[in-house]
């Protein structure tokens, strides 16, 4: 274990090296400063974070002094000397306490003083030998220690004390919390949870394939000298060229799943409550057990502990049995009467404690798993007791029982944010009520759907109906009083669910004060849409009439506006680039707005300004609006737009609006500059540079409405170089706040500093006051802005109007050419989506800098680039039409796949609206028979009994919203249902799909059907029995009902981001991009404290920091520390992404890489064909990333000397490379060269030489004689020839002489081990820097020069994996 105290995270106050070392690096990056997760353990078991949260929110406040100390030389400089400081301070603050529980003995605790009491509680809690304690307290010489209080402030506590756990009496409250931490503990390895998708559990696999921790195990094992005891055969059906794509792989079997059965049943007696006689003698309540010996008892908890009552399943006697037994935890008293439990329950706290904390740490937001094998339903009283008391959020944590959401939602975002520690703080608890409002809102959407909550309006009909539960209040996505219906009906009313979330998202990116949006999540499930959101206090009590004072509640007709909304409005007009506008009321009064007509302002009871329906947020997508009279322009028109779509809410996305805002503006900049060079050849005098360089001073007063704004005049070169030097600090505060505008509208992540760099340039140079007094340059501004469509005549701002071609709204007379000129501007955007998005998007694919693996990361490559889902036809059209399509057939076949299955989640939706629930499971099995079965004439199962009683039932009027004919989905037919997909995909998609099978389409496009069946349950919530189905008979149907598990809701939400965090984690890229890796390391190391403090240990961003660090670690050498970190990675992304998850599939390839180089060679191939497999079910195997994995497996079998096998993956791997970068590619020359040495060591020299000769062409051409790649190979090539020419000396010799031949000695080479680590880092796009104590400046000339030779020779060029480059976009929600 590497010393961690020299990346000790510098501002994580709490956490002191010696902590950091005991855990082993696990616990590391999970310091946190709150209590709720921050759970130290000396004997390094980790930590779980279930037991963590019982102290809810109420820790919040005890961090901030101690952030407040570092935050002075911690953030701004970053230096390495402030680190070194800081890091001294956190090492003199920890010190060492003893414990002493009853029955142990003590053990010594590291502690810091800024952690609570409480958290020593969760330690003692989690650990082995004290796990079985809940209620006790912890004493200082007789003293009970507070637990809400801070070490610190502790008399007395010092280095040494010995602190005594003294038991406690029990009240109910803490009976009951006991009786759930036993409960906990035994089924902390089971993963039913994770299956059916519960309390933030999710599986993750990578234990099994590590054989446990990574560590030095691996090593271990294999110190012989011989690799030869490597079994490398790969399964079967991972074989390059095989057809087998089984399914049962995807979840091996993990032993420690097999549960050690330590009780048969624990639950709740059904004598309680104990009757008043009882409670007197302090019986709080009484368990029924029985053992594993079928003994079956009685337990009373009392206030003294648990002994066992004479009571019988039918006799009530509660007088203690003899012997009793009084044991202060229940778990001493099983051990007492039950060997078994006491042996059973030893070793599953062993094993519990041996797992990786990321293996059971909550994930953030649930995570749901599309297969499942058969779980045994067991006994569980915690499970039944949590669904029938209307337990809703955490009732026994939280003073005061349900949560007022919408007080907690606003009230977080109130928090203060002057500096780092305060901004942590906040974005903390922003992140945490959000996610614990997304996982109640989801219950509350299923109990809904499920019936389990009455209407608050129960008169009306069931589509109507809405529901509080849980002070969240739910409404289903129906055109409720044709309130949609100029807009599309239904359609519409689907649609604008997620138009608003997507508005909600935007504006509370952009976090201004005062401004407040409603928690907002929308769930699919069982065909229904419902819409959570946080409820506006006093909104119920009043009309709505009377409460909105801003906008309109009737699309327009009737329209307020309020002049504090315009105020704080204003302030969001420019990072969303909304127009402030005017309409026309009922009166034909104008009416002044700063947002589309329908968002509405609503002042609740606690004065706070709402804003609400923001489905408008972002204007109109003209390319599915057809209007009359309106022309788009011909780059539209000639791709058949405009198109007719379901719904009139079509708009574009922020995305495009950003993009298209970044293009014009580069448009604007090159006209200006061409013209002021025209103007300075016309008169060629000197006058205008001066007039350019005195601007810095006017800033000041302009601050406000110019700063990602331009002025042309900067663009002469001499002026903008005059220029930077004299700005002033004015000028500086003001590019910073423009590029935090930019960086900050949440979903520029793609490309964070959209206008960024480009300010830099234009905001120095101050704003365009005094240099339109040439009138000359004034008026190339003009035309420049006129030509862009600027809003502003004297600099660049663009900005659309979001209620342009709104049906009802009426601008007045006088802004009629700004309307005019903001119908250009959407036309031109639209066009712009068709003309440069889509074909950048292809571009991207074609050089392979964007690599989409499924639907899902297709669907991202589509949204980062501002293209709607609706354009995937259009996309795929234009695919077809590209000359180079032969590269992008793996992209055509997703986008198919991607297709096919939205039309059918589309038809599956109302499918099951007309399903009622005991008839669920047999409708779905019959539906996936309809897609996916080759079986001809599937029919449903209705067993005949059903059938009666459900026609006695038809009377009763509480049917699921939606209703319908009950049995109108069994006539579905395969020949019908594939008839529907293919209208579908005309009428959604315009595209042309001519199939009448599934058959015909997995022919026709190359598709698989374990990978269609994967996306259509992963978009409609299915979970399936896992096992292999034969989808291609065509005498049985491939799914019966019972293969359908469970169906899980699909929930879309807000995602809080650390912006802090990130912006470190951006500096840290940056730095490493120039070469500067220690210093990249440091920001990225500090960037990973700051996710941690806000996110928790879970979380995506976190996993994308982690593999960045685990890939630097790599690069200066550090391979166990890289080992370590990427096993977090890919833990983490099993476990927040799933478990098959293109991501998780990266995850793997890196982590089989840093495991070769430390010599564990087995793990590297397992890890290899787990990916392998993982890629074969999601994509299949015609795919470019296939060919970076096969030449990893290759290479690694080479270095264990299986040839044959080596020969079948880089063969195949020179196929795909050769598909895909066209066979003049330097990936194809590489994959000849990898090829031929196999063959060399297998002394077939012939075809070795063969390989070479092509390879050595390839770089002949491509880089000249000259070049070093093109020599090496040449090198090799005469290497070959003398060998092959040895070897056939020595063959003719044993012709000629037979039996008695001299025969030279051939050398016939094992590759080095070294030599395979070489040609592996180079295929994936790793270059080495020997990191002796060398000037950095050195290195950075050296990463230059190398870089400069990827550049030109792109030798060693790694596609999608650039070594620093983070490909790893953090994904948006």
């Excluded at 109910?172 to 390895?189: F, G, N, P, T």
């Excluded at 049962?248 to 104990?274: A, R």
């Excluded at 007509?597 to 947020?617: M, Q, S």
């Excluded at 949440?746 to 240099?771: D, F, I, M, V």
Aim: charged share 25%; proline share 5%; with cysteine.
């Amino acid at each position: 274990m590497v010393s961690k105290t020299d990346d000790i995270p510098a501002s994580v106050p709490n956490c002191n090296p010696v902590d950091l070392a005991d855990e082993a690096g696990d616990g590391a990056q999970d310091c946190k400063e709150s209590s709720k997760t921050h759970l130290k353990d000396s004997c390094g078991c980790g930590h779980s974070a279930d037991t963590a949260m019982v102290n809810g929110d109420g820790a919040h406040g005890h961090t901030e002094e101690a952030e407040s100390k570092q935050d002075g030389n911690g953030e701004a400089d970053g230096g390495e000397d402030s680190n070194e400081q800081e890091v001294i301070v956190i090492q003199d603050t920890g010190f060492t306490v003893k414990i002493q529980a009853p029955g142990t003995e003590p053990f010594d605790l590291q502690v810091s003083p800024q952690e609570m009491v409480q958290e020593i509680h969760q330690v003692l809690m989690d650990r082995e030998d004290t796990c079985h304690r809940t209620c006790f307290s912890l004493q200082l010489d007789g003293n009970v220690l507070d637990n809400f209080a801070e070490l610190k402030s502790i008399e007395g506590l010092q280095e040494g004390s010995l602190l005594k756990v003294v038991e406690e009496p029990y009240t109910v409250r803490e009976a009951r919390i006991h009786v759930r931490h036993i409960r906990d503990l035994l089924k902390s390895l089971d993963p039913s949870d994770a299956y059916n998708g519960v309390d933030c559990n999710s599986l993750s696999f990578l234990s099994i394939f590590t054989d446990g921790d990574l560590g030095d195990s691996g090593k271990r094992k294999k110190k012989g000298n011989e690799l030869e005891q490597i079994d490398c055969t790969p399964p079967e059906h991972i074989l390059p060229g095989s057809k087998d794509r089984p399914l049962v792989p995807l979840q091996p079997q993990n032993k420690d799943w097999k549960p050690m059965q330590c009780l048969k049943v624990l639950t709740m007696s059904g004598w309680n409550p104990p009757p008043g006689n009882r409670k007197m003698h302090g019986d709080l309540m009484y368990l029924y057990i029985v053992t594993v010996e079928e003994r079956h008892i009685s337990v009373t908890a009392s206030t003294r502990g648990f002994y066992l009552n004479q009571s019988t399943t039918y006799t009530f006697n509660p007088k203690p049995a003899n012997p009793s037994f009084l044991s202060h935890s229940l778990v001493e008293l099983l051990s007492q009467i039950s060997p078994a439990f006491k042996k059973n329950f030893t070793a599953l706290q062993k094993k519990r404690v041996q797992r990786h904390p990321f293996e059971r740490i909550a994930t953030p937001f649930q995570v749901y798993s599309w297969t499942a094998p058969q779980v045994d339903h067991a006994m569980d009283c915690v499970r039944a007791e949590d669904a029938y008391t209307s337990r809703l959020g955490y009732e026994e944590h939280i003073p005061g029982q349900t949560r007022d959401w919408n007080e907690e939602l606003q009230t977080t975002r109130e928090l203060p944010r002057k500096n780092l520690p305060e901004r942590l703080l906040r974005e903390r608890a922003i992140f945490k009520v959000h996610s614990d409002f997304a996982a109640a809102a989801t219950r509350g959407a299923m109990a809904v759907i499920d019936g389990n909550v009455m209407a608050i309006n129960p008169g009306e009909e069931t589509r109507m109906q809405m529901f509080i539960w849980n002070n969240i209040f739910f409404s289903l996505g129906f055109d409720v009083r044709d309130h949609y219906r100029e807009l599309g009906g239904d359609a519409a009313a689907h649609a604008a669910p997620t138009n608003d979330l997507n508005g909600v998202r935007a504006y509370g990116a952009v976090d201004v004060e005062g401004l407040y949006t409603l928690g907002t999540v929308v769930v699919d499930y069982r065909g229904y849409r419902v819409t959570a959101q946080s409820i506006i206090p006093g909104i119920l009590e009043r009309e709505q009439e009377q409460s909105v004072i801003y906008g309109s509640i009737d699309f327009g007709k009737t329209v307020v506006s309020h002049s504090k909304y315009l105020e704080l409005l204003e302030k969001t007009s420019r990072p969303l680039k909304v127009q402030r506008h005017s309409v026309l009321n009922e009166k034909n009064d104008n009416v002044e707005l700063c947002s589309s007509v329908e968002c509405k302002g609503i002042i609740g009871n606690d004065g706070r300004h709402y804003i609400l329906d923001l489905l408008r947020t972002f204007p109109p997508d003209l390319n599915f609006l057809p209007v009359d009279g309106e022309v788009l322009p011909p780059e539209s028109q000639r791709q058949g737009f405009p198109r007719q779509h379901r719904h009139r809410l079509a708009c574009l996305r922020q995305e495009l609006i950003e993009a298209f805002v970044e293009h014009r503006y580069l448009l604007f900049m090159k006209m200006a500059a061409l013209q002021l060079m025209q103007q300075k050849a016309n008169k060629d005098t000197k006058t205008d540079t001066p007039a350019i360089t005195e601007t810095s001073e006017s800033t000041s007063e302009s601050k406000d409405d110019t700063a990602p704004t331009q002025t042309a005049s900067s663009d002469s070169p001499s002026a903008t170089e005059a220029s930077t030097d004299s700005t002033s600090p004015a000028d500086n505060n003001n590019t910073t706040a423009a590029s935090q505008t930019a960086t900050d509208s949440e979903e520029t992540s793609s490309k964070p500093a959209t206008n960024g760099p480009l300010e830099l340039a234009a905001t120095q140079n101050g704003e365009c006051k005094s240099p339109l007094e040439d009138p000359k340059s004034r008026e190339v501004v003009l035309n420049a802005c006129k030509a862009v469509g600027s809003i502003s005549n004297t600099s660049f701002d663009i900005r659309f109007n979001p209620d342009i071609f709104s049906p009802g709204v009426r601008f007045p007379d006088d802004s009629a050419d700004d309307v005019q000129k903001q119908k250009q501007l959407l036309k031109d955007a639209a066009a712009f989506l068709v003309s440069c998005q889509i074909p950048s998007l292809v571009k991207d694919c074609l050089d392979h800098s964007a690599l989409p693996m499924d639907g899902a990361t297709l669907t991202e490559a589509l949204r980062q680039r501002g293209i709607n889902v609706r354009y995937l036809g259009t996309v795929l059209e234009f695919v077809d039409k590209t000359p180079a399509k032969g590269q992008l057939e793996h992209f055509y076949r997703i986008g198919i796949s991607e297709l096919i299955t939205r039309c059918a989640k589309h038809i599956f939706k109302t499918y099951l609206q007309g399903v009622e629930l005991s008839a669920l499971s047999a409708a779905v099995s019959h539906f996936l028979n309809c897609f996916l079965s080759s079986f001809p004439d599937a029919v449903a199962h209705l067993p005949p009994d059903e059938l009666v009683s459900r026609r006695k039932s038809r009377k009763r009027r509480n049917r699921v919203p939606g209703g319908g004919d009950n049995t109108a989905w069994a006539s579905l037919t395969p020949s019908e249902l594939w008839k529907n997909i293919a209208s579908e995909a005309q009428s959604y998609y315009h595209f042309t799909i001519q199939c009448e099978s599934v058959d015909q389409v997995v022919e026709k496009y190359g598709l698989q059907k374990t990978t269609l069946l994967r996306e259509i349950s992963v978009k409609t919530g299915i979970q399936i029995l896992i096992k292999e189905y034969n989808f291609d008979s065509r005498h049985k149907p491939a799914f019966t009902e019972e293969d359908i598990l469970n169906i899980f809701p699909v929930v879309k939400h807000v995602n809080p981001k650390a912006s802090d965090a990130f912006h470190f984690f951006q500096s840290g890229q940056a730095k490493v991009q120039q070469g500067f890796l220690k210093e990249g390391c440091e920001l990225i190391n500090e960037a990973l404290n700051l996710f941690n403090n806000v996110y928790g240990a879970m979380h995506v961003e976190i996993c994308a920091c982690l593999r960045l660090l685990a890939r630097l670690n790599y690069i200066m050498g550090d391979h166990p520390e890289a080992l370590s970190n990427q096993q977090k990675a890919v833990l983490m992304s099993e476990r927040v992404l799933g478990i098959e998850h293109p991501n998780t599939i990266q995850e793997y390839m890196h982590l089989a890489l840093y495991c070769f180089a430390n010599g564990q060679l087995s793990t590297a191939l397992k890890l290899l064909y787990r990916a392998r497999y993982l890629m074969l079910l999601v994509s299949g195997e015609d795919h470019p990333e296939m060919a970076l994995l096969d030449s990893n497996i290759g290479l690694v079998l080479h270095g264990v000397m299986e040839y044959d096998l080596s020969l079948r993956f880089l063969e195949n791997a020179l196929t795909i490379n050769t598909k895909y970068h066209g066979a003049r590619s330097l990936k194809v020359a590489l994959s000849h060269h990898l090829v031929a040495r196999v063959y060399e060591s297998k002394a077939e020299f012939r075809s070795a030489l063969q390989h070479e000769k092509e390879g050595y062409t390839i770089y002949k051409n491509q880089m000249g004689e000259a070049h070093e790649k093109t020599k090496e190979s040449s090198e090799y090539l005469k290497y070959l020839t003398q060998q092959a020419v040895a070897l056939q000396r020595t063959m003719n010799e044993i012709y000629k002489n037979g039996s008695n031949a001299s025969i030279m000695p051939l050398k016939f080479t094992a590759p080095s081990m070294a030599s395979v680590l070489e040609q592996l880092n180079i295929i994936n796009g790793i270059i080495f820097i020997p990191l002796s104590q060398k000037d950095l400046e050195n290195l950075k000339a050296e990463v230059q020069r190398r870089q400069q030779l990827q550049e030109l020779g792109k030798s060693e060029e790694p596609t999608e994996d650039t070594p620093l480059e983070l490909e790893d976009k953090i994904p948006i929600d």
